[in-house]
């Protein structure tokens, strides 16, 4: 079945390599509008019936491109999307491949029906640990097809490793998202957790370290947020222990995930996304495009991928590595200079923190941080894109 989503199957990019060095945009013209980013989300944002507005409003983009992904997939993932259970869709093999999907509908529906140039009018792309792949393809590096059975596939071996996880060790696993009163008191917990988890860090193995050294720092998404991830036992432990020796008691909330994402029980995953990334496609090409048509932020780095072969080990090294969520944003706003921000796919969380971060929430001048999750937002952001296109600082 042929493509009808042009704009993410090319391979030839639409930026001329001479307008990219060590993976960033320098053109000759200077940008007459202030530098924008979009961002797209990670796992946890799946709701059932989430397709259903954008099929509603925009039929002719939408219809096609729900068959698009039963086809890649060579399964129904969109009925689990539309009318299966709450417990079907949070499942990690279905949850991860829907959300990206249904990010990138709204970026075609943005790009189809509104006439959104997103080369034109987008500088660099970024997502949140999975919102990842759906980054790199509005960035132009892979097509959607890819990202999409790259998506699935990944996403059944994290799955896996959650179960085999639980039948060795027993128990619950997952992630904790920790919540401190300032940047100050963020940082000082991280160095105490690291000074924890360091006590067993000369042992090769992390099957062999003590119960509570399996957790992780996955996400440091703000500067008074971080997730921890592993067993939830052992999280438990690890606040106990902050608490009583360390003099730190952060807020802490259990996410709505059964997997410790970004941890090294999803060595597997890494693995398997090493041989993917490295191999051919069926058709003999790289399933990579270098350069992309725009800078994209890594998740392991913080900053743009500067070489297709950094890009494939960082993206695979994602798997286990820590989310740089927060390290990426400040980059953008103080580097960068990022003063547009457009997150784009279902819930509010990104939006969230990067409005925090940057300190904007909604237009201001010259900027701005919005978020497109239904028909009515793509509306307002694109009127609020038109009206900022020409404050720049």
């Not at 391979?11 to 924008?36: E, F, I, L, N, Y």
């Not at 008191?185 to 991280?190: G, N, R, S």
């Amino acid at each position: 079945m042929s493509s009808p989503f042009t704009p993410f199957t090319r391979a030839v990019p639409r930026v001329s390599p001479r307008c990219m060095q060590r993976g960033r945009r320098r053109c000759d013209a200077p940008t007459k509008r202030p530098k924008t980013a979009i961002f797209f989300p990670g796992q946890g944002v799946q709701r059932v019936g989430m397709l259903t507005p954008w099929l509603q409003a925009f039929p002719s983009t939408a219809k096609p491109f729900l068959e698009e992904i039963d086809e890649t997939l060579k399964l129904p993932l969109t009925r689990i999307i539309e009318f299966g259970t709450n417990a079907e869709l949070t499942q990690t093999e279905n949850a991860q491949p829907a959300i990206m999907a249904t990010s990138i509908l709204i970026l075609r529906i943005l790009e189809q029906q509104f006439g959104f140039k997103t080369d034109e009018r987008v500088d660099i792309t970024l997502g949140h640990s999975l919102g990842e792949f759906a980054a790199l393809v509005a960035g132009g590096y892979l097509t959607f097809h890819d990202a999409l059975k790259m998506v699935r596939t990944r996403a059944e071996v994290m799955s896996r490793c959650s179960k085999e996880a639980v039948e060795q060790d027993g128990g619950e696993f997952g992630m904790v998202a920790l919540v401190c009163e300032s940047e100050q008191h963020m940082q000082a917990l991280v160095s105490g957790i690291h000074e924890f988890l360091a006590l067993g860090s000369n042992i090769d193995s992390h099957d062999h370290l003590p119960a509570v050294q399996q957790v992780a720092i996955a996400n440091l998404n703000s500067k008074n947020q971080i997730v921890l991830s592993g067993s939830i036992a052992r999280i438990n432990t690890l606040l106990t222990n902050l608490r009583q020796f360390g003099g730190h008691d952060p807020r802490h909330v259990r996410l709505k995930s059964d997997s410790p994402f970004h941890s090294a029980l999803m060595k597997p995953a890494q693995e398997t996304m090493k041989r993917i990334l490295h191999k051919e496609t069926d058709d003999g090409r790289d399933i990579i495009t270098w350069p992309g048509i725009m800078p994209c932020i890594s998740n392991v780095s913080g900053q743009p991928f500067q070489s297709k072969d950094q890009l494939k080990d960082l993206l695979a090294r994602s798997c286990v590595e820590t989310v740089q969520w927060w390290k990426s944003i400040r980059y953008l706003h103080e580097e960068e200079k990022i003063r547009r921000y457009v997150g784009i796919g279902p819930g509010k969380v990104g939006r969230n923190l990067v409005g925090k971060e940057v300190g904007m929430k909604g237009a201001v001048k010259g900027g701005g941080v919005w978020g497109i999750t239904s028909p009515k937002e793509i509306e307002e952001v694109v009127r609020a894109l038109d009206d900022t296109e020409g404050e720049v600082e």
